[in-house]
């Protein structure tokens, strides 16, 4: 594992969320300290105040100084798919034809270790350019997929969720597994990499569609056995979709209540997608805790829907940020929240910047079940840092120095913001980006 620094100090804008922005006003929920700064010590934030009482205190330390960047918590997606990497960005197919036309050959490719390896490392290099220092992702239905995944985010000192891509039919015979055979070796991968340093796993069934009934409930008992794991799978993404699922399930009354009836729902169960949902199913989220997945990039690329987010919120689900690489058309989590704030604005809710913030850091922590270990900057929490540069482009500079508050310049960068907005990465407090 790669060693952290002793103990240093970032300065910059700090910018901490102290309260949830959709439960109190977005405004008060954001501390900034324009002249901030962040104690680290063994990768731990152990402090976080003004960068003047920060150096008198902690004389001869080391000290980085970014001047006027923002330092943020680094990113959390809460939903991707790293085998697609190689894919994204294909044209043209909605969510059953871009499974069989493009997801599925790729996928195949996924039992070559050495394949498998090149694009986990290719996959989580291009999180970190793009400031995402945790992922929630789907492997395949390999082994080798998930050895290779965990491996590459180890060598990171990554804290990373994923998980054997369970589904044993409509796929093409070279992806399937059994029931008996996708538990056996979830359960093996369990063994191998759960909890290994900053390592989770996720039970992970790809969706009703793809699963028998016996496989849910396989599934199920995986998780039980094993409930400090997460489960990841997809809901309610296309009206296609739905219908066909619920063909496949006549006995069940909508599309939740099939994982409900295999024990797939509940704290640390995370709903990729979620767009058409019955009000029953937000109730039913919510009384469980299991969290939802927005992946705003994928809805529009591949014509879902535009999910009511803010609804979800007011019915208490836990709601987290995901780009759903690669039916989601970017890796960067600032292209995300943008495409949160315009799906928003079709639907009538106006996101404050804190909002999109908040879902892009704490809200997918919570769904991951990792609220206070990452996705904030606060004592004790893990050293896992994003530094933003709001004069990153020309254009950026510009507006940016026309902002009167920290929202303004934060909402400006993710609106005009990409990977050269990201001007450093520290994960566990060892920077992972060239400095020029």
Same mark, same amino acid.
């Given at each position: 594992?790669?060693?952290?620094?002793?103990?240093?100090?970032?300065?910059?804008?700090?910018?901490?969320?102290?309260?949830?922005?959709?439960?109190?006003?977005?405004?008060?929920?954001?501390?900034? =300290?324009? =002249?901030?700064?962040?104690?680290?010590?063994?990768?731990?934030?152990?402090?976080?105040?003004?960068?003047?009482?920060?150096?008198?205190?902690?004389?001869?330390?080391?000290?980085?100084?970014?001047?006027?960047?923002?330092?943020?918590?680094?990113?959390?997606?809460?939903?991707?798919?790293?085998?697609?990497?190689?894919?994204?960005?294909?044209?043209?197919?909605?969510?059953?034809?871009?499974?069989?036309?493009?997801?599925?050959?790729?996928?195949?490719?996924?039992?070559?270790?050495?394949?498998?390896?090149?694009?986990?490392?290719?996959?989580?290099?291009?999180?970190?350019?793009?400031?995402?220092?945790?992922?929630?992702?789907?492997?395949?239905?390999?082994?080798?997929?998930?050895?290779?995944?965990?491996?590459?985010?180890?060598?990171?000192?990554?804290?990373?969720?994923?998980?054997?891509?369970?589904?044993?039919?409509?796929?093409?015979?070279?992806?399937?597994?059994?029931?008996?055979?996708?538990?056996?070796?979830?359960?093996?991968?369990?063994?191998?990499?759960?909890?290994?340093?900053?390592?989770?796993?996720?039970?992970?069934?790809?969706?009703?569609?793809?699963?028998?009934?016996?496989?849910?409930?396989?599934?199920?008992?995986?998780?039980?056995?094993?409930?400090?794991?997460?489960?990841?799978?997809?809901?309610?993404?296309?009206?296609?979709?739905?219908?066909?699922?619920?063909?496949?399930?006549?006995?069940?009354?909508?599309?939740?209540?099939?994982?409900?009836?295999?024990?797939?729902?509940?704290?640390?169960?995370?709903?990729?997608?979620?767009?058409?949902?019955?009000?029953?199913?937000?109730?039913?989220?919510?009384?469980?805790?299991?969290?939802?997945?927005?992946?705003?990039?994928?809805?529009?690329?591949?014509?879902?829907?535009?999910?009511?987010?803010?609804?979800?919120?007011?019915?208490?689900?836990?709601?987290?940020?995901?780009?759903?690489?690669?039916?989601?058309?970017?890796?960067?989590?600032?292209?995300?929240?943008?495409?949160?704030?315009?799906?928003?604005?079709?639907?009538?809710?106006?996101?404050?910047?804190?909002?999109?913030?908040?879902?892009?850091?704490?809200?997918?922590?919570?769904?991951?079940?990792?609220?206070?270990?990452?996705?904030?900057?606060?004592?004790?929490?893990?050293?896992?840092?994003?530094?933003?540069?709001?004069?990153?482009?020309?254009?950026?500079?510009?507006?940016?120095?026309?902002?009167?508050?920290?929202?303004?310049?934060?909402?400006?960068?993710?609106?005009?913001?990409?990977?050269?907005?990201?001007?450093?990465?520290?994960?566990?407090?060892?920077?992972?980006?060239?400095?020029?």
């Amino acid at each position: 594992m790669p060693r952290t620094d002793n103990k240093s100090l970032v300065l910059g804008q700090t910018v901490q969320l102290v309260a949830d922005p959709f439960q109190s006003p977005p405004e008060g929920a954001i501390l900034h =300290r324009q =002249r901030g700064g962040v104690l680290l010590r063994e990768g731990i934030i152990r402090q976080v105040g003004e960068a003047d009482q920060l150096l008198a205190d902690n004389v001869g330390i080391a000290v980085t100084d970014y001047g006027d960047a923002l330092i943020l918590p680094g990113f959390v997606d809460c939903h991707a798919h790293f085998p697609q990497t190689g894919i994204i960005a294909s044209w043209g197919r909605r969510l059953i034809d871009w499974l069989h036309t493009y997801t599925f050959p790729e996928e195949a490719r996924f039992g070559d270790p050495g394949y498998a390896r090149e694009i986990a490392e290719l996959y989580l290099d291009l999180c970190i350019a793009n400031g995402t220092t945790t992922v929630s992702a789907f492997c395949t239905s390999h082994p080798e997929s998930v050895d290779a995944f965990f491996a590459a985010a180890a060598a990171r000192n990554m804290c990373v969720a994923g998980g054997k891509v369970l589904m044993d039919r409509n796929a093409p015979d070279a992806l399937l597994d059994s029931p008996e055979g996708g538990y056996e070796q979830s359960r093996a991968l369990i063994e191998r990499w759960h909890g290994n340093g900053r390592l989770r796993y996720a039970v992970t069934p790809r969706f009703a569609l793809t699963s028998s009934p016996e496989q849910l409930a396989a599934a199920g008992t995986l998780w039980r056995e094993h409930p400090d794991t997460l489960l990841q799978t997809h809901l309610s993404e296309q009206p296609e979709e739905i219908r066909r699922v619920r063909s496949m399930f006549p006995d069940s009354d909508d599309y939740l209540g099939i994982y409900e009836r295999h024990g797939l729902v509940g704290r640390g169960a995370i709903m990729g997608h979620a767009i058409h949902l019955e009000e029953r199913e937000k109730t039913s989220l919510a009384d469980t805790g299991t969290g939802v997945a927005h992946c705003p990039t994928s809805n529009t690329f591949i014509g879902s829907g535009l999910c009511d987010v803010a609804s979800h919120v007011r019915s208490g689900v836990r709601v987290g940020l995901g780009t759903d690489v690669g039916g989601g058309s970017s890796f960067s989590m600032l292209a995300t929240m943008r495409a949160a704030y315009e799906i928003g604005q079709l639907r009538g809710d106006v996101f404050h910047p804190a909002q999109l913030l908040w879902l892009a850091t704490e809200g997918s922590a919570s769904v991951m079940r990792l609220e206070g270990r990452i996705g904030r900057l606060e004592r004790g929490a893990e050293g896992d840092i994003c530094v933003l540069d709001p004069e990153a482009t020309p254009l950026l500079a510009a507006r940016c120095s026309r902002a009167e508050s920290i929202s303004e310049i934060l909402f400006s960068l993710i609106m005009l913001g990409d990977d050269r907005s990201v001007r450093q990465v520290l994960i566990m407090g060892t920077k992972r980006l060239c400095e020029s």
